[in-house]
């Protein structure tokens, strides 16, 4: 797909990078990934939902603007980047539910924003976070990235975020075949991990905190519906393999893991790994999401594409990623001063 063809730095220098949410969950993973190649990164990041103490151990190593991305770049001054990874979002069902317009302007326009800066300053490579959500509902439960991608109706919010993330990826499509630019989307699966907070609905960081604080782990539905979890830190190392392989192919490619567990398994899981003496409470969804939801029974990758490009293979068990949630969660002062 031409990836040798883009601007790469010289010799002896090390790459330039930009990291749009930097210092969100998978984005401070990342950042400590790019340092450890020798790499000068660069991040915007408007602490929406991120936090800067995810940096605190690189934040003298690296360019920080705190800003939106429309008001970070031009800050910038015309940096030119030889890479650009693009993981600035409104993230997390509430948080979309809540404030609709706001998430998809966000997740589109900006994304836009950050196309045509690498465009405009020396057509660097962009790789977008895009997500599983794309797929919407289809009838299959393993999804391959080029499947029919099969959206509910605009009337329902929820689908809002799928519809912001796949208009993304057609953008990034646009500007590779009309402008010539190197730009790939990664549909990331559940990622979870160290840093991941609760706050905006994410399942395991929900179940960690409840466990921690012996509290009932809300399983939402009958529990048996499905999902694959892969730790942000195995995504974090493979997002950098991904844009400096010379054997991709393609421009779009899942990433996580292809090991499926039941949401109530993984809420037992989440008891036993810890110790705790939490219960586990079934909610029914109309009541977990009175502004409606539609949840989808399984969700699981194909993951020939990305294997292929970069011989992807997961290298946390879900064991280990619950302990290191756990223990970041209760270094967390928030944490610390929800049990004093
Ligand atoms: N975690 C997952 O399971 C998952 C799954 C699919 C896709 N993704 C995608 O991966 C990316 C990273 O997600 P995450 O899980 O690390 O979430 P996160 O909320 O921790 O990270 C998003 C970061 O972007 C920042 N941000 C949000 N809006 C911004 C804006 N307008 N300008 C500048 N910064 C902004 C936030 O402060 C935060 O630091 C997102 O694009 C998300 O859509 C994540």
């Known amino acids: 797909m031409g990836a040798q063809d883009q601007a790469s730095p010289k010799p002896g220098t090390p790459r330039r990078v930009l990291v749009t949410g930097g210092a969100g969950f998978i984005g401070s993973h990342l950042v400590e990934q790019l340092l450890k190649l020798g790499d000068r990164v660069s991040v915007i990041d408007n602490l929406s939902t991120g ?33 650009v990874y693009h993981l600035a979002a409104a993230v997390g069902v509430e948080l979309v539910l809540d404030d609709p317009v706001g998430s998809i302007r966000s997740n589109v326009i900006e994304t836009d924003e950050v196309l045509r800066y690498a465009l405009d300053h020396g057509k660097s490579r962009v790789l977008i976070a895009s997500s599983s959500e794309v797929y919407g509902k289809p009838g299959t439960s393993v999804f391959s990235e080029d499947d029919d991608l099969l959206l509910g109706p605009t009337t329902m919010t929820r689908w809002s975020y799928a519809h912001a993330k796949a208009l993304d ?9 009309q402008y010539g630019l190197d730009a790939l989307c990664c549909r990331f699966f559940n990622t979870v991990g160290p840093r991941q907070v609760g706050r ?34 195995d995504v974090a190392h493979a997002l950098p393999m991904l844009m400096r392989s010379e054997s991709r192919q393609h421009r779009v490619y899942n990433l996580g893991s292809d090991r499926p567990i039941a949401i109530h398994d993984l809420a037992e899981m989440v008891i036993t790994t810890l110790g705790s003496k939490s219960s586990i409470e079934h909610i029914p969804y109309e009541q977990a999401y009175p502004k409606g939801f539609e949840d ?27 302990l290191d949630l756990h223990e970041t969660m209760m270094s967390s002062h928030k944490l610390d001063g929800g049990r004093a």
């Open 51 to 83: 936090r800067i103490e995810n940096l605190s151990a690189v934040r003298d190593r690296i360019r920080f603007i705190e800003a939106s991305v429309s008001d970070g770049l031009p800050q910038l001054e015309h940096t030119q980047f030889d890479e």
């Open 200 to 233: 905006y609905g994410m399942v395991l960081p929900r179940f960690v905190q409840a466990a921690y604080e012996n509290s009932p782990l809300r399983v939402y539905g009958d529990g048996s519906q499905t999902r694959c979890f892969c730790d942000g830190r």
């Open 169 to 177: 990826e057609h953008l990034a499509m646009g500007y590779a075949q």
């Open 296 to 322: 989808l029974r399984h969700r699981k990758p194909d993951l020939d594409r990305v294997r292929a490009a970069i011989g992807f293979s997961p290298s946390y068990t879900l064991n280990q990623t619950i």
